[in-house]
């Protein structure tokens, strides 16, 4: 009876994965397109192509931050000339539903040392900042060569604290957004461009 259920409801209930104005017309939660997937990409290239150069003869590993960073990061380090490592970290930032606290429980922490290795910190959007500000507190502690921040997205009116942000995909205005491995209650994470979360009146509900 659960599986009955499940599988219709997934179906219905998953949104196009293919982008363009289809998709918004096919789930009603999906608003105005923020960033196009070709403008994505364009950015994506750009900032890989801005990153070969400043980490060339260096020892790149990129932290990806789970789960919001990972089409991010995908497309990033297949445009990246210089070799590189990966590695990942899941953290849950305790708050109210709006704002995060800054007080962050690691959930999953990284399998290898970075002590003495260049670290790009690898998110998906930079919301208040104290989610990032903890990472960086935390890995900092942990004495690598040097950690520098790549975030897709940040939302500069919300920040809260003061962060070294080096690389910054797009600047956009203070909405909720989803796409491109940002969610809203975990869906929407696979449509390959960003949008504005349609249902305003919930729209801050899922840091
Ligand atoms: P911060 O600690 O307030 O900077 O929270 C950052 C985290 O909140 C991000 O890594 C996202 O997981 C989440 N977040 C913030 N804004 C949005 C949004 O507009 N859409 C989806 N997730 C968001
Ligand atoms: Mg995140």
Redesign the pocket.
Known sequence: MDERASDGERVRNQPRRTSGAGAAGFDSAIGETLVPADELQRRVRDLAAEISRDYEGRDLVLIG?LK?AVLFLGDLMRHLEVPCEIDFMAVS?YGSET??S?VVRILKDLDSSIEGRDVLIV??????????HYLLRNLRARNPASLEVCALLT?PE?R?VDLPIRYVGFEIPN????GYG???AQRYRNLDYVAV?AQTDQAQA??
């Not at 909405?175 to 989803?178: Q, S």
């Open positions: 931050v919001g930032s704002d995060s800054g998110e998906d959007i930079i919301d208040s900042g104290l989610t990032l939302k919300r809260r909405r909720f957004v989803i940002l969610d809203y979360l899922g840091a």
